[in-house]
């Protein structure tokens, strides 16, 4: 089942997101099968949220999937929205 993640920074938080970007990146990357599409939302250049679609057996599988990034984790986010979504027309996910 898909869900889009939107995640949305806390204010003034862009050396946090820059500090721990490899890691998320690294986590991305580990977990390719489930992270389907991804990257963040900005204002101008900088960074101020993400946006993740993952395929997941279920929304606490999904919810405890984000739980795991190093942004989460480093409490970067200030909200976190989950909703189950449906691909009707672009690339196959």
């Given at each position: 089942m898909l869900f889009v993640a939107i995640c949305l920074d806390k204010p003034?938080?862009?050396?946090?997101?820059?500090?721990?970007r490899a890691a998320h990146?690294?986590?991305?990357?580990k977990h390719a099968a489930r992270v389907k599409l991804g990257g963040p939302f900005l204002?101008?250049?900088t960074p101020i949220g993400s946006m993740l679609i993952l395929d997941c057996e279920d929304e606490a599988a999904a919810r405890?999937?984000?739980?795991?990034?190093?942004?989460?984790l480093?409490?970067?986010f200030a909200?976190?929205?989950?909703?189950?979504?449906?691909?009707v027309v672009g690339a196959q996910l």
């Open positions: 003034d938080h862009v050396d946090l997101r820059l500090s721990t990146l690294a986590f991305l990357e204002d101008g250049e405890a999937l984000l739980g795991e990034d190093p942004y989460a480093a409490g970067l909200s976190v929205e989950l909703k189950p979504w449906k691909r």
